[in-house]
Nanobody
């Protein structure tokens, strides 16, 4: 089985920044994505990337503020979060999928990911 471990969460004021890290181990996955879930709300896809191909996708609410990237040498995927808003407050999870997406419009569908990390909390105060 693959293994994902998130880190980098914390508490910041609105307008601040955080960088989340997801250390990936196990066999190679095609896609790695970030999801978030606030109390009482459904899990929401945030960003996704292909680990080998040139593909990145963001949900509309974070475009221009969040950046997903990877460091191949460290087997780590990052989520740089800038201009944070209180509505970004949530538990953030990374997830991995070994199979290809043939329709990129579903790349942030959580049920399509096989491996999940334990989550890291992000809290943004106003």
């Amino acid at each position: 089985q693959g293994q994902l471990v998130e880190s980098g969460g914390g508490s910041v004021q609105a307008g601040g920044s955080l960088r989340l890290s997801c250390e990936v181990s196990g066999y190679t996955h095609s896609y790695v994505a970030w999801f978030r879930q606030a109390p009482g709300k459904e899990r929401e896809g945030v960003a996704a990337m292909h680990t080998a191909a040139d593909f990145i996708y963001y949900t509309d609410s974070v475009k221009g503020r969040f950046t997903i990237s990877q460091d191949n040498a460290k087997n780590t995927v990052y989520l740089q979060m800038d201009s944070l808003k209180p509505e970004d407050t949530a538990m953030y999870y990374c997830a991995a999928r070994p199979c290809a997406f043939y329709d990129t419009r579903v790349v942030l569908t959580n049920r399509l990911y096989s491996y999940w990390g334990q989550g890291t909390q992000v809290t943004v105060s106003s």
